[in-house]
T-cell receptor, first 114, second 114 residues
């Protein structure tokens, strides 16, 4: 079975500071990994995905993530936080063993302060 | 590309009533997924269709839940004899090739059972 663990259910940063949201995965097969963002009362928007190509993945809105197999991690970063980044972020995994369905982490609520 | 459309956006129902939700996926996407999300949690997989065939059902999908995708186009999710524990956001997603396009989510249907 595949799973992801998101460390820190709430993260608070100052506007302009580095954003780091942590995600560790468990998978017995090469995973596909995704980061999604969710604004209140809305669906999920894809930020970026890793599907076995380049290990450093660039996404929308200035976010990027690096796949590190040795650490089983896929942390999400952004060099400079903006107020509009305040939202909930979900890491998710699928792959050949996942039957195509996504398995999500419990989410990290990002707060951006002035 | 009009995205994934879900209707209704909100539904309030009395305990014991039946409800039905609809999802219209992106037209060329052959895979369709239903997820349930409760407050403060990540989305949980419910069921998955490839074209009109329902290929996987979660143990979360009790006998009161049924999903269909006639003709491999739109899908419906019906909950019979609703219970307060069914209150959640129900999300639909569609995909063509997860490695290339990822999964596109709709805005969800928020169900409140009173």
């Amino acid at each position: 079975a595949q799973s992801v663990t998101q460390l820190g259910s709430h993260v608070s940063v100052s506007e302009g500071a580095l954003v780091l949201l942590r995600c560790n995965y468990s998978s017995s097969v090469p995973p596909y990994l995704f980061w999604y963002v969710q604004y209140p009362n809305q669906g999920l928007q894809l930020l970026l995905k890793y599907t076995s190509a380049a290990t450093l993945v660039k996404g929308i809105n200035g976010f990027e993530a690096e796949f590190k197999k040795s650490e089983t991690s896929f942390h999400l970063t952004k060099p400079s936080a903006h107020m509009s980044d305040a939202a909930e972020y979900f890491c998710a995994v699928t792959g050949p063993g996942g039957g195509n369905k996504l398995t999500f982490g419990t989410g990290t609520q990002l707060k951006v302060e002035l | 590309d009009t995205g994934v459309s879900q209707n209704p956006r909100h539904k309030i129902t009395k305990r014991g009533q039946n409800v039905t939700f609809r999802c219209d996926p992106i037209s060329e996407h052959n895979r369709l997924y239903w997820y349930r999300q409760t407050l403060g949690q990540g989305p949980e997989f419910l069921t998955y269709f490839q074209n009109e065939a329902q290929l996987e059902k979660s143990r979360l999908l009790s006998d009161r839940f049924s999903a269909e995708r006639p003709k491999g186009s739109f899908s419906t999710l019906e909950i019979q004899r609703t219970e307060q524990g069914d209150s959640a956001m129900y999300l639909c997603a569609s995909s063509l090739d997860e490695q290339v396009s990822g999964y596109t989510f709709g805005s969800g249907t928020r169900l409140t059972v009173v």
